[in-house]
């Protein structure tokens, strides 16, 4: 925020708790980020990497994409090379909707190009439906999955995706969604289900830091018999870029 805030490029928070940038470019923002990490004292790609849910359903058009803050249209294979450069530049580990929800060929081109250098996140491509992620494994589209309970309508559908994606040699994340409560409920199943990875937001807003709390008293009862799995995800796609 302060390093935001410095360049003037701040409007304040946003509804989920991250915040509210005003850039020029895109690339500005991943730009800020690393400043971030190392101002707080760390290296770049050691203990903190970058996971990015581009969300491309929100700025598909017309069979491509249109990004409006930079004036620019292209179709899937040149946003793809727009993120290869990315990923050549920054220490991002996990790439979330790289592509839209209707675009199967997309996704299986950039999962096919960089599966092995990061990890390629299912949400609106896959909306937490066992079926659905059996399709995509068989086109070759994404290596993991975003688990949303209240996405798939039942406890019993998620695990079922959940069990689905495991099958495929997936990732697997378990998150929360924009209108949340205070209930800790995917903190243990984030945990019972050995998912991990546990996306609910940033550290503020009471519905999120009610979660991540529950996680720290899950894993004082739990003892030695648990581990925080960051430092693995980070050491098993950035580590190999290095």
Same mark, same amino acid.
């Given at each position: 925020g302060?390093?935001?805030?410095g360049?003037?490029?701040?409007?304040?928070? &946003?509804? *989920?708790?991250?915040?509210?940038?005003?850039? @020029?470019?895109?690339e500005? #923002? =991943?730009e800020?980020?690393v !400043? &971030?990490? *190392?101002?707080?004292g760390?290296?770049?790609? @050691?203990?903190?990497?970058? #996971? =990015?849910?581009i969300a491309? !359903?929100?700025?598909?058009?017309d069979?491509?994409?249109?990004?409006?803050?930079?004036d620019?249209?292209?179709?899937?294979?040149?946003?793809?090379?727009?993120?290869?450069?990315?990923?050549?530049?920054y220490?991002?580990?996990?790439i979330?909707?790289?592509?839209?929800?209707?675009?199967?060929e997309?996704?299986?081109?950039?999962?096919?190009?960089?599966?092995?250098?990061?990890?390629?996140?299912?949400?609106?491509?896959?909306?937490?439906n066992?079926?659905?992620v059996?399709?995509?494994?068989?086109?070759?589209?994404?290596?993991?999955?975003?688990?949303?309970?209240?996405?798939?309508?039942?406890?019993?559908?998620?695990?079922?995706?959940?069990?689905a994606?495991?099958?495929?040699?997936?990732?697997?994340?378990?998150?929360?969604?924009?209108?949340?409560?205070?209930?800790v409920?995917?903190?243990?199943?984030?945990?019972?289900?050995?998912?991990?990875?546990?996306?609910?937001?940033?550290?503020?807003?009471?519905?999120?830091?009610?979660?991540w709390?529950e996680c720290?008293?899950?894993q004082?009862?739990?003892?030695?018999?648990?581990?925080v799995?960051?430092?693995?995800?980070a050491?098993?796609?950035?580590?190999?870029?290095?």
């Amino acid at each position: 925020g302060d390093i935001m805030a410095g360049r003037r490029k701040i409007a304040g928070v &946003a509804y *989920e708790g991250g915040w509210w940038p005003l850039f @020029d470019t895109n690339e500005e #923002a =991943l730009e800020a980020l690393v !400043s &971030a990490i *190392e101002r707080a004292g760390e290296n770049p790609g @050691d203990r903190v990497v970058i #996971a =990015l849910d581009i969300a491309a !359903s929100e700025f598909s058009e017309d069979g491509g994409y249109r990004l409006s803050l930079e004036d620019r249209y292209m179709d899937s294979g040149a946003l793809t090379d727009m993120f290869e450069g990315w990923l050549d530049a920054y220490p991002i580990v996990s790439i979330e909707d790289p592509m839209a929800e209707n675009d199967v060929e997309g996704m299986a081109e950039f999962t096919q190009r960089f599966g092995d250098r990061v990890q390629v996140v299912g949400d609106d491509f896959l909306v937490t439906n066992a079926d659905l992620v059996e399709d995509a494994a068989a086109a070759g589209a994404c290596n993991a999955l975003l688990v949303k309970v209240n996405q798939s309508g039942t406890v019993s559908e998620s695990v079922a995706a959940f069990h689905a994606a495991r099958e495929h040699g997936w990732g697997t994340i378990v998150s929360a969604r924009s209108g949340e409560t205070e209930d800790v409920s995917i903190s243990h199943l984030s945990v019972g289900l050995g998912g991990g990875q546990l996306k609910v937001g940033s550290f503020t807003r009471s519905v999120r830091m009610a979660k991540w709390n529950e996680c720290l008293r899950i894993q004082e009862e739990l003892g030695k018999t648990a581990f925080v799995g960051g430092t693995v995800l980070a050491n098993t796609w950035w580590g190999q870029q290095r």
